[in-house]
């Protein structure tokens, strides 16, 4: 054995150079990794002992590709063309033993490889698109080669981790192997060897390249297939122009527009974004408090208290992975309504093909229903989801505490009530905590997890993980009216309510939010949710337009009119009406409408949310700037592009959403005093993402 340098080494077995890379976690490319492989390749042609060279990784993964971090840092070591270089061109076949997932440069490592051999397990993609890139190391020229265009424009815009068996099938790996990746790897090299099979250039191959010549209809189709799913993104785009290349360009001319279209977006403020969105979701479950080695409790059975909407939802997240759940109702009526909704739930997304039938009613068994809360005394978690009463819910803690196990969680998806007077009508206040679901529960990624005063670590660790368990992204937050995403919500609504009175109207609101990137404005998302929730035709007195479009039967999308006017289809049309109701509401409030700009609607929409995020820092409500962009982009829509409020704010400059501030404070008062922390952060050049 040779070791080549710290996270390489080069082992002889049977005439087959073994070159192994060992650099955890996930033997990223960094600058160690390319000099080993660009010295282990170089040492394996050199040994007369070597036939054939075998390119395999210790720990998790084979290589997931560049290392981000050091992207936009001073180049180091040789470049990953020039490793792939050597490699490509080496006399002696070299082979590429894949496990875990090869990803990116990762993939592009073993595409310049002769041959691929992968064990079942592996998988194996180019997600770049997702950091807002593109394969930057030949990946989009060579894997077109391999699998073929369609298939190639679907993996390089979507970024999706092939399976190993469906690699095979495609061309994209010669070989699957049985789990001793290592002995098979060279059973094929000498197999390779003694056959003298060719040295497989995948640049040499273009038969499938040279199908798709001239099918322009073939990138149309494509372009409007993803068209909506990835609107405002620049990536996908240049992604398909580099397989455009590909197919219409010789090898090294179609190389030279996938490097120029990658320094485009490598050093554009999308990509910036993105790669600040991948960190910041990883960093977003770690708590500086709680230390790793934190003892978790087993959760293995979950109660939740409500089968309403919220209720349904959260029971689908635990059977969805096979935790068994209980749900309790007032009446036996609404228990089978609300499990009623469930299933018919599960049967829509069956009847869409996206699970079997069967997988229905597996699902279906893990979820029982009872109208007694006692039914919950040996779950692990509860959690309750009954109408925001503080009343109700104090009541119901205070059952909770005489009927539930020792170390049982328990949890209240409340989204606004003071969790620690909840807590405190237990005699257990450091079990209970808040797990705040977003509505649909099952289908929406994030979840706020409400630290109250009394918390304890154990419950909070235990909850962060279990949330990663079904699937979402968990966001450890402090209690204060809101949380954090609804406390920041709150800023644009004040703002848009506003807006609409001194000039602009709803639906150009909501067209400067949707092309900024949000699924949709404010005054379309409440017709959707409903104009009604939590309006009452007794008490209502035309205060506001919401009360005023609700008098007159105007409720949102449900009954065909709220902000907008809607077709048969669902179809949103502004309304003359609602413009009429509008003006006059302002002019009996006597307030002056004006010409109101995209650009003003954005800064007066965006930056007191931005301002919010700075007094919640300062509050400690949350960790970290890059958590509340977390929550605003799982939660909310912000567009991941743009980073979240705080990496937008920070883009656009603080000093410059200071002053702003300042403005519109003289003029229009206390909505827009400016955060502390944030003169702070401006004043002392602070770097809040430090
Ligand atoms: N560079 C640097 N660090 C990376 C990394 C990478 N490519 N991939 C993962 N990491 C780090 C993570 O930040 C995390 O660090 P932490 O423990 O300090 O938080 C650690 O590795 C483990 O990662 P995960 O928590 O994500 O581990 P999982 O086992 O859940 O997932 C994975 C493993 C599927 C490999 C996932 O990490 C992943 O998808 N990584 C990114 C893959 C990728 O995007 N590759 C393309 C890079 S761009 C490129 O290659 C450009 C080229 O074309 C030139
Ligand atoms: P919902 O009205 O749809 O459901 C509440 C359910 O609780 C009803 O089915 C009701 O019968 C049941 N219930 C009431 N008292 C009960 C009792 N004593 N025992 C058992 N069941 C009882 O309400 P929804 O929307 O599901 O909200 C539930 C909670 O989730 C509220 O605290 C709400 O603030 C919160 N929340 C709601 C979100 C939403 O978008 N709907 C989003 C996030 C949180």
Known sequence: MTAINDVTKLDIIENVGVITLNSPPVNALSANVREGLDIGVKKAIENNDVQAIVIICEGRTFIAGADISEFGKEPKGPSLFEVQDVMENSPKPIIAAIHGTALGGGLEVALTCHYRIAVKSAKCGLPEVNLGLLPGAGGTQRLPRLVGVEQAL???????????????????????????????????????????????????????????????????????????????????????????????????????????????????????????????????????????????????????????????????????????????????????????????????????????????????????????????????????????NMDLKKEIFSKLDLIAKDNAILATNTSALDINEIAETTKRPENVIGLHFFSPANVMRLLEIVRGEKTSKQIIATSMVLAKNIGKTAALVGVCPGFVGNRILAQRQREANKLILEGALPWEIDDALFEFGFPMGPFAMSDLAGLDIGW???????ETIREILCENERFGQKSGKGFYIYDENRNKLPDNDVEKIIQEFAENKQIKRREIEKDEILKRCLYPMINEGFKILDEGMAIRASDIDIIWINGYGWPIYEGGPMFYGNLIGYDKILSWLQEMEKEHGSDFSPSPYLEKVVGEKINIFS
């Open 154 to 388: 679907k993996m390089v815009t979507s970024g999706i981790h092939l399976p190993a068996e469906q690699c095979l099938k495609s061309g994209l790996i010669d070989k699957l192997s049985s789990d001793d990746l290592l002995n098979d790897s060279v059973s094929f090299a000498k197999e390779i060897i003694s056959e003298n099979q060719p040295l497989k250039k995948v640049r040499d191959i273009n038969e499938k390249v040279e199908a798709a010549k001239g099918n322009d209809e073939l990138f149309k189709n494509f372009r409007k297939s993803i068209e909506r799913k990835t609107r405002g993104f620049l990536a996908p785009e240049y992604n398909i122009q580099c397989i455009e290349a590909a197919v219409n360009k010789p090898f090294d001319e179609g190389i030279k527009v996938e490097r120029d279209l990658f320094i485009k977006l490598i050093s554009g403020n999308q990509s910036a974004a993105q790669r600040y969105f991948f960190f910041a979701q990883r960093q977003v479950a770690k708590i500086p408090d709680i230390p790793k080695e934190t003892e978790l409790l087993d959760i293995k059975k979950v109660g939740i208290i409500g089968a309403g909407t919220m209720g349904g939802g959260i029971a689908m997240n635990f059977a969805n992975v096979g935790i068994p759940v209980t749900l309790v109702e007032r009446s036996q009526e609404r228990l089978d309504k609300g499990i009623g909704i469930i299933r018919k739930n599960y049967e829509n997304t069956a009847a869409k093909g996206r699970i079997t039938l069967e997988e229905v009613e597996k699902r279906m068994q893990c979820i029982s229903g009872n109208i007694s809360i006692d039914s919950l005394s040996d779950t692990d978690l509860i959690i309750e989801a009954v109408f925001e």
């Open 536 to 542: 009452d035709k007794e008490t209502s007195r035309g």
